[in-house]
């Protein structure tokens, strides 16, 4: 993959799922801890930096006013009644292992599980002629899975770094390793793909 055509997307490496503390920690320091998910996310980061590719950090807002107009339910319901991600919070924040860098795009207003909804995500990368979209983050099965399958539909190549992905569970990280790659093809790990993009 040529890295003037590619873009890493890091979804949600904020506090409340990858520190002490946040709300969602709980749910993913098991599994986060075993697959070595922040170290593998950040060699993944500092590789494509060196790169050239372009960076794309994507933390999930909660945009309060939006979900109950929908009614949210599920997934979004939760994050509503619990305040999690809320802007301006500790919670909120990309984790210091991680931090954009001056250059970097932060998307702004992920509210939703693809990273392509209500971003402006796909003009974003079709400005830059991006060909190649790499994805990693949180939820392995639900935001990032959501945004890989996403940039597939929109005709786009895509890799999801698993090593550098959290789920709330081994079985579910396996089971996605498992069903989910074959889809998208290639490699699927941060190493594999750091050594693709050349």
Known sequence: MDPKETAVIFIEFQND??????KLFGLVREEIERN????NARRLLEG???KGCLIIHCPFVLN????RAIRADGILASILENDIFARDSWGHEIIDA???LEGE???GDKRALSAFSWTGLDEILQSKNVRNVVVCGFLTNIC????????YDRGYRVRMAF?????ASEEIQSFCVTNVAPILGGPTTTDAILASIS
């Open 48 to 50: 494509v930096r060196e």
């Open 163 to 167: 090593d550098a992905c959290g789920a």
């Open 98 to 100: 991680l931090r954009p």
């Open 64 to 67: 309060s006013q939006w979900a």
């Open 105 to 107: 795009i932060v998307l």
């Open 17 to 22: 799922f990858c520190s002490e503390g946040g």
């Open 144 to 151: 990032a899975q959501a945004t890989a399958l996403s940039a």
């Open 36 to 39: 070595r998910t922040i170290a």
